[in-house]
């Protein structure tokens, strides 16, 4: 009778530590919406009324400062990897690996561009959850032969009502447990129209009905209390004008082999043995014509951008001072309205981010710029947190999770101590008693 007795004791708390290892877990949804500015919230309160709803809702990182270089590509993979750009090896929208001796692009799918790291929605389906991207960078790509369950090649044309409709299939009715949904704007309209402007003000209206159409469709599926929702963005915008250009003259042509970005930040291999004289060069510019820009050949990158230890990284950098561009003798496009890729200290840069849903504190806002702050390579940590899988090696931090979540999503943190394959081996001992007796 004492061996029963022990043994249904066993049963008890294996029971009991198996439900304390596995907290609800709900589907979870990654918008981004491209170059949202942290401050369009107070610039247009009217036209961003369902944004602004979400803080009360939810949580609010209310000015998150993005990694460095503040472009579309390397930052969407950041939230979607948890790593720096220097981690990742996606330093540019446009980048050249010597290894290669290639050049990338934003149409490049080759695998081994991005197999330095492994997105959220792949980590996902390898731990047994569905997962769906209706677009996100570097999702077109197969990673060892494995791919989320649902994808589509990016076009921009495809409306965002489509988008929504899709997502919202994918989670009430297809058993997706993550899925990515990508806006195009308010990016492409900052860079048409720059961030103030009658266009902005009308295009952020659309982005706010967007987000709004996705919450009303949970609800009228009666999904509101069963997804989290997280919002974020890459970068935000820096309005420009004609009269802070600056151009540099032919005369640095000779010692440059390749020129890999210009304007907000001017990015270039020289040719071989001339790394040095490249420097220089720019350095007398800047001494001489009183340059607003600072130059920099990668190894002495400052190391708060965390950009400087990848072979991508390009060798020489020219960052401009804060409302200026820097172009090359050869650039003749006409300079747009709006810019990103600066400093990422730049408050112009900074993001916003909501989180909403069952897992989620109401009412909670969070500083994302000064030490100590959320970041965006914790994005990643906390979605893994949130789908209860096993993250990939990251850059991120779980410090601030007990300020975001409820006590019962928490707890999933506290649970993970206790392996499953612990409890296993002590149900099966208790299985075993009871039969022996």
């Known amino acids: 009778m004492q061996s029963i007795g022990l043994a249904a004791l066993a049963l008890l708390c294996a029971a009991a530590c198996a439900s304390a290892a596995s907290p609800a877990r709900y589907p979870l949804v990654l918008v981004s919406c491209d170059g949202f500015r942290y401050d369009y919230l107070n610039w247009y309160p009217n036209e961003t009324q369902f944004l602004r709803s979400l803080i009360k809702q939810g949580v609010h990182v209310k000015s998150m400062k993005p990694a460095f270089a503040t472009k579309t590509f390397p930052n969407h993979w950041t939230i ?28 490049t799918r080759d695998e081994r561009w991005w197999n330095a790291s492994e997105p959220i929605w792949i980590n996902a389906k390898k731990q047994g959850l569905k997962s769906a991207t209706f677009f996100w960078p570097g999702s077109e790509v197969s990673f060892k032969g494995v791919r989320q369950d649902y994808w589509f090649n990016y076009s921009g ?11 919202l299939e994918w ?22 129209f720059g961030p103030e402007s009658q266009e902005m003000r009308k295009v952020l209206k659309k982005v706010d009905d967007t ?35 600056i151009r540099l003259n032919s005369s640095m042509d000779e010692l ?49 951008l965390h950009y400087a230890k990848n072979r991508r990284t390009p060798e020489v950098l020219v960052l401009p001072d804060q409302g200026y ?19 990422n200290s730049y408050s112009d840069m900074r993001v916003p981010m909501f989180a909403v849903g069952p897992s989620f504190r109401q009412g909670v806002e969070l500083n994302g710029v000064n030490d100590g702050s959320f970041r965006q390579v914790d994005i990643y940590g906390l979605m893994c947190h949130l789908l209860q899988i096993r993250p ?18 928490r707890s999933a943190t506290r649970a993970s101590s206790w392996h499953p394959l612990f409890g296993l081996i002590f149900l ?10």
Request: hydrophobic share 35%.
């Open 80 to 107: 979607a990897t948890g790593l720096y750009q220097e981690s990742h090896g996606i330093v540019g929208n446009s980048m050249y690996d010597p290894l290669f001796n290639a050049s990338f692009n934003k149409g």
């Open 157 to 167: 044309s495809v409306s965002f009502e489509t988008r929504v409709s899709t997502v």
């Open 171 to 192: 989670i009430t009715e297809k058993d997706v447990q993550m899925a990515t949904m990508y806006l195009h704007e308010p990016d492409g309209t900052g860079h048409d």
């Open 211 to 245: 987000i709004r159409s996705l919450f009303e469709g949970l609800k009228a599926k009666k999904f509101s209390d069963k997804v989290n929702v997280l919002i974020v963005s890459d970068h935000g915008m820096m309005g420009m004008t004609p009269d802070k250009v």
């Open 256 to 304: 440059v082999d390749r020129v890999l970005d210009s304007g907000p930040l001017l990015a270039m291999n020289a040719k071989p043995g001339k790394r040095k004289q490249l420097v220089e060069y720019l350095n007398n510019q800047v001494r001489q014509r009183n340059l607003s820009m600072r130059v920099f050949d990668k190894d002495s990158l400052p190391e708060r």
């Open 325 to 343: 561009l820097v172009l090359t003798s050869k650039d003749t496009k006409p300079v747009s309205s709006g810019h990103h890729g600066f400093d």
């Open 392 to 409: 990939q090696p990251n850059n991120g931090s779980g410090e601030l999770l007990p300020q975001m979540l409820k006590s019962s999503a």
């Open 428 to 437: 099966a001992w208790a299985l075993q008693k009871l039969i022996m007796t």
